[in-house]
């Protein structure tokens, strides 16, 4: 069965430009939560989705924005990107939304310049 | 909101040296997950504890989970070079809430 698949893997944007970042979850899997990791801060909770609906939300500001299609495949935009957006964003698909086992894709690394 | 913390931050251990580490949530859980992020990987699941007071084992890793389920902790015994990288614990108040994360322990394995 095929993982959590995210593109692109590495990209270079400079401040000012907008990213889209793209999730397919396991087969299966309805709810698909992103996260933002930075050495500093460790793993920081984006959103997560389920069904299409957004179930959570984390302390980020509006620039930070997702979506979920009908097939459970997740995008998640930022926009007028800073220097402090650098990092590596993951994204965790699961059976259910807010419990049971996550399974990571290998994440997106953004480096903004 | 909610807040989880691990300690330590950083573990250096002798190979073949026993280590624990620990997670201390503010509010109490529902739930609380442990993951292992290898260097250059992603995270991956290693267990769910429920309980209050639940143990659980899986070959040198000891999984525990407090009476007042706002505290856990991971021991490993007699770590290996494989042992080496970080481990998140990762807790949520109610089923359907948020996975937060703690701040992680970077295992160093000194062989």
């Known amino acids: 069965k095929a993982g959590v698949t995210q593109t692109p893997r590495y990209l270079i944007k400079t401040r000012g430009q907008q990213v889209t970042l793209s999730c397919s979850p396991i087969?299966?899997?309805?709810?698909v939560s992103w996260y933002q990791q930075t050495p500093g801060q460790g793993l920081q909770f984006l959103f997560e989705?389920?069904?299409?609906?957004?179930?959570n939300k984390g302390n980020f500001p509006g620039r930070f924005s997702g979506r979920q299609f009908s097939n459970s495949r997740s995008e998640m935009n930022v926009s007028t990107l800073e220097l402090g957006d650098s990092a590596l964003y993951l994204c965790?698909?699961?059976?259910?939304?807010?419990?049971?086992?996550?399974?990571f894709g290998e994440g997106s690394r953004l480096t903004v310049l | 909101g909610q807040q989880v913390m691990q300690i330590p931050q950083y573990q250096h251990v002798q190979e073949g040296e026993d280590f624990t580490t620990y997670c201390n949530s503010s509010?109490?859980?529902?739930?609380i997950q442990w993951y292992k992020q290898r260097p250059g990987g992603h995270p991956v699941f290693l267990i769910q504890l429920v309980k209050s007071g639940e143990v659980k084992k899986q070959k040198r890793l000891t999984f525990q989970f407090g009476e007042a389920k706002k505290n856990s902790s991971l021991h490993i015994t007699a770590t290996q070079t494989t042992d080496v990288g970080t481990y998140f614990c990762a807790g949520t108040k109610a089923a359907g809430n948020k996975l937060t994360f703690g701040g992680g322990t970077r295992v160093l394995v000194k062989p």
């Open positions: 965790a698909s699961s059976w259910t939304s807010g419990a049971g086992e996550l399974f």
């Open positions: 087969s299966g899997h309805r709810s």
């Open positions: 989705y389920f069904s299409e609906t957004q179930r």
């Open positions: 509010t109490t859980l529902s739930n």
